[in-house]
């Protein structure tokens, strides 16, 4: 009998072969909104089943609770075992080679008995494959090509919020392994880095080998490319890396700590043990009987002489010297923040209305909601005109009389060309809150951009920099400019900066919020939500600020309502 999280495996399994098959693709997607149902399922699982009662599970149909039935009671599935012994072995693994199609790939496993990406790789090399029909010397060229591209360390990146679903998912199934004890997300995961190349989970248990196994069965993982008795690391389908580390339960805790932190912020903690705590660090010697017995991370610090340093902030970038002198801020906390900024609705291309956008930031404990759709210039997104300015704010007013959240009008108005704010001054200085953006014209020169800018905040009703230098993440740079004197300029207008939360912008980079810290700046940290979902997007702004050294004090939307209100008026 499987638990939920095997069937959920298995589901997206049938997802993914589905996919390869061509099949309609809203039918792959049913497979994966079921399993994702049972991976965040908040009830018992197992009454569920037994009383025919999964189709009140959200995104479960008949169809689909009859798949899951009969995998929970017999432990497999028949239409994913005919999938599978019609299509060949490895057939998820080769379709991650872009212009692979399943035809090419059947007729590569019948003609050259190719399984792998690696056995692709040797009869490319060999010129084998330029013999098979449907093939030429040019098509092998190019898989070469591809292939050497899903090899490389740049594939399979993911950003931050991708690569936290993928490892959750990954830890809910070796948790279902009786003899894990702990198991825990390190490196840069954990730093809550931008982009990760690599997904590590640090595990304890003393039977390393029974969790070893349940990994090496997550029906996810493609290929496995280094195996001994305590670490694995292998590829997911999409070429993501994972690394699992077992160690046994007492070293945990320094393992955990070692995995985390950056190389140069590890290798200058083993120097300040050398005279500090010689035994700490002594396992990396193979002298572990000197070793103090360490059962967190905490009291590794505190060996040491040290505050603790939050996982955020061990990169080597003067953290070390602020904890041994005391000075080491009171990071700013999720629980920190009042208010909810920066969100979108149906006035503009927001998913939701004003209405349920303000249900579910008061669902989640906030004290107020600013309404900031984008101003006119932003076509393409259904910018807010002044002819239905009146219409966005009775329709504020009247929502507002039905939630106690706070609710504030507001807009996301575009910083034009020449550096003016889209919408005329009188019209801005009757909203509660503007924040100024960038959303067009992002390849001008660093003279010209940083013009714009200059003009844009030395403006009286510029209160609030929107997602600053304008970055998409592995789709467009920041802009180009000169980032100091734009601080500066910020620092005398006194004017706030904002940390926007969308994982796939997480703008400003943490190097730049210490600098702006640095003047004195204030920031207020965003989710730019575009549905209710979206507001979702907030810990990964907490994240990006705790990266940036921020406390509660130097982030305006910790303020309450009426204050925050004070600070952030045009």
């Not at 490895?90 to 056995?119: C, F, Y």
């Amino acid at each position: 009998m499987k638990d939920r999280f095997e069937i959920a495996a298995d589901l997206r399994q049938i997802a993914r072969l589905l996919t390869i098959k061509g099949e309609n693709p809203f039918k792959a997607q049913a497979y994966q909104r079921g399993a994702s149902a049972l991976e965040t399922l908040g009830l018992d699982f197992d009454p569920l089943v037994k009383a025919g009662r999964l189709k009140e599970i959200a995104g479960i149909g008949s169809a689909l609770a009859a798949t899951i039935e009969e995998i929970y009671r017999t432990g497999e599935c028949w239409s994913l075992r005919q999938m599978r012994e019609e299509l060949p072995a490895g057939v998820v693994e080769l379709s991650e080679v872009p212009g692979l199609s399943l035809k090419k790939i059947i007729a590569l496993n019948d003609t050259l008995g190719i399984n792998s990406v690696a056995d692709l790789k040797t009869a490319c090399q060999e010129g084998r494959v330029s013999k098979v029909k449907g093939f030429g010397a040019k098509s092998q060229a190019k898989l070469l090509a591809d292939i050497e591209k899903y090899e490389s360390p740049e594939h399979g990146l993911l950003l931050l919020h991708h690569a936290l679903e993928t490892a959750e998912k990954v830890l809910d199934y070796l948790r279902a392994c009786p003899e894990l004890i702990d198991a825990g997300i390190a490196a840069g995961l954990r730093r809550r880095k931008e982009i990760i190349r690599r997904i590590c989970i640090v595990a304890a248990s003393a039977h390393p080998k029974s969790v070893l196994d349940r990994f090496l069965c997550f029906p996810a993982l493609a290929r496995t490319d280094d195996l001994d008795d305590g670490r694995c690391l292998a590829r997911l389908a999409g070429g993501v890396p994972v690394e699992l580390v077992i160690v046994p339960p007492s070293e945990y805790a320094l393992a955990l700590h070692a995995r985390t932190g950056s190389r140069k912020h590890i290798a200058k903690l083993q120097d300040l043990a050398r005279t500090t705590a010689p035994g700490l660090f002594a396992h990396a010697t193979g002298n572990g009987d000197c070793r103090p017995s360490i059962e967190s991370e905490r009291e590794i610090y505190r060996h040491l002489g040290l505050e603790f340093i939050p996982a955020e902030l061990r990169e080597d970038e003067g953290e070390i010297e602020a904890a041994g002198s005391g000075t080491l801020p009171r990071l700013i906390t999720l629980e920190d923040l009042r208010g909810m900024t920066h969100c979108h609705t149906l006035y503009s291309d927001g998913r939701n209305s004003i209405e349920a956008m303000a249900l579910a930031a008061e669902a989640m404990g906030m004290a107020y909601l600013t309404i900031t759709d984008h101003s006119p210039s932003a076509y393409y997104a259904g910018g807010v005109g002044i002819d239905r300015l009146r219409a966005q704010w009775d329709e504020i007013a009247w929502v507002q009389e039905r939630v106690k959240i706070k609710l504030l009008r507001g807009t996301e108005s575009d910083i034009l060309a020449d550096g003016s704010l889209d919408y005329p001054d009188p019209y801005l200085e009757k909203f509660d809150i503007v924040i100024a953006s960038i959303h067009s014209r992002h390849k001008m020169d660093a003279g010209q951009m940083t013009e714009r800018l200059l003009r844009a905040i030395k403006l009286p009703l510029f209160k609030i920099w929107g997602h600053p230098l304008g970055r998409l993440l592995q789709s467009r740079p920041p802009v180009d400019c000169r980032v100091e004197e734009l601080l500066d300029a910020v620092a005398e207008s006194r004017c706030a900066i904002e940390i926007n939360g969308d994982p796939r912008r997480l703008d400003l980079e943490p190097r730049w919020i210490r600098a702006a810290r640095e003047r004195g700046i204030k920031f207020i940290v965003s989710t730019d939500a575009h549905s209710t979902a979206g507001l979702q997007n907030l810990p990964f702004g907490v994240s990006t600020a705790r990266r940036g050294w921020l406390t509660r004090g130097e982030v305006l939307n910790a303020l309450g309502a009426e204050e925050f209100m004070r600070a952030v008026h045009p």
